[in-house]
């Protein structure tokens, strides 16, 4: 059984400060040298950003008929822009650019030649692939990319997993109250059923979207928003702990009804469909993670890897030695992290239907406004006004719930007149 313990009071503010700081450093930690007009690099990065644009403006014409101006543009983004990042790129992959080379000319092909617009988005979709290849060849990844990859990672598997361990504790207890016999072996293979299930999930959603006879945008864009609309119902801290009071209450009307029939089978059934929710939750979040982590899938391994190890620890504390560990601060700051990533996931998804042309598209100009590629894709971060737009409202609807439920709300019932008060 879980005790709590009271302790003093802690302000409402400092439980954000863990968030709001990790956010910071992805701010300020440098990654990559600033943009400028004499390193080779820096204008190669540039040129590359303006052909992606203009591919974009490409499509557009062609979706409106306007065959000769979609043409001119898919031409101009190749010989007046992406040549000129040509120079680094040979010196580091001289295939990735002649394999560029030849999915512009599929493009200029497909316009010339009067395509469907599904063809010409697809052969467009080629060209936005290799461009984002070639700035991951001649960026640096820095450390606020590798550290961002490693810390979403760790939250994902650390927070579903601490809830996993709980809902494991409250098994035992209450199979042990109810004295239901020979349920330790049966519940264990249950556990086990669900974690193999779980990454037999992860696997065959990756194998299914890689065979999906759909455009990759639209997948990318898709699981995106569904793990950000996973995310905003169980990873705000009030609406995890409701959520988690009826899960709770299902799952000791479950053991009843195990401790009730009996037998190996109905222990299983139990641990599986205690456990597989979770793994199911960070299946979805690990398939949007990898999606958008090309180039740092090795720091989400080590972020998954750790959070193996902390969670191990944690088990051991909370179910054999029977250590009173500070759950309520560990979930809140794991699932503070992870709204923090439905804010990256936001901004991906936007970037990926508007590269797919299923969304508009207005660039925020100027080098400034586009943090190296590893640190875009790792934080959601795109200059377009779209992306932006609906990062910032999501962040401001996580804020303004913040400071109800930390805040205002605590505040209104400590003034609140008691029962006694009313009554004298």
């Known amino acids: ?60 014409k062609a979706a409106d008929g306007e065959t000769a101006a979609a043409l001119d543009l898919a031409r101009s983004a190749y010989l007046d822009h992406f040549e000129y990042a040509e120079i680094p790129l040979r010196l580091r992959d001289p295939e990735l650019v002649l394999d560029l080379e030849f999915k512009f000319a599929a493009l200029r092909d497909a316009i010339e030649a009067g395509a469907s617009h599904g063809q010409i988005r697809e052969a467009a979709s080629a060209i936005f692939d290799g461009l984002d290849d070639c700035e991951r060849a001649i960026t640096k990844t820095g450390i606020a990319a590798p550290l961002a990859a490693f810390g979403f990672s760790f939250a994902i598997l650390f927070r579903e997993g601490l809830e996993a361990v709980l809902l494991i504790g409250i098994l035992l207890s209450s199979l042990e109250a109810a004295r239901a016999a020979d349920y330790r072996r049966g519940l264990g293979w249950g556990i086990g059923a669900a974690i193999l299930a779980s990454i037999v999930t992860f696997v065959l959603a990756q194998t299914l979207l890689s065979l999906a006879p759909v455009d990759r945008e639209l997948i990318e864009g898709t699981a995106a928003l569904l793990s950000v609309v996973v995310l905003f119902f169980v990873s705000f801290w009030i609406v995890q702990r409701l959520e988690h009071r009826r899960w709770m209450e299902f799952m000791r009307s479950r053991v009843s009804a195990a401790a009730a029939v009996g037998g190996t089978l109905a222990f299983a059934g139990l641990g599986f469909t205690a456990i597989y929710r979770e793994g199911l939750e960070t299946a979805l979040f690990y398939q949007s993670l990898v999606i958008f982590a090309e180039g740092l899938i090795l720091w989400v391994v080590l972020g998954a890897l750790s959070a193996v190890g902390a969670l191990v620890a944690a088990a051991f504390a909370i179910l054999k030695s029977g250590r009173k560990l500070p759950l309520k ?21 936007v970037r990926a239907l508007q590269e797919g042309d299923l969304i508009g598209l207005n660039l925020i100009q100027g080098d ?38 930390f805040a205002i709300r605590p505040n209104m019932e400590r003034r609140r007149p008691q029962p006694e008060q009313v009554i004298g």
């Open 1 to 60: 059984m879980i005790r709590r313990r009271h302790r003093g009071r802690i302000r409402p503010w400092r439980r954000l400060a863990a968030p709001v700081a990790f956010l910071c450093a992805l701010a300020v930690v440098p990654t990559a040298p600033a943009f400028g007009n004499d390193d080779p690099v820096d204008k190669a990065l540039s040129e590359i950003e303006r052909a992606r644009g203009m591919v974009i403006d490409s499509q557009a």
């Open 368 to 405: 400034w406004a586009r943090l190296p590629i590893f640190v875009a894709e790792v934080t959601g971060i795109h200059p377009t006004v779209e992306g932006i737009a609906v990062q910032a409202t999501l962040l401001g609807i996580y804020v303004a719930g913040a400071i109800w439920f």
């Open 329 to 349: 601060p560990l979930l809140i700051g794991g699932a503070s992290t992870l709204l923090l990533l439905s804010v990256t996931f936001a901004g991906n998804a």
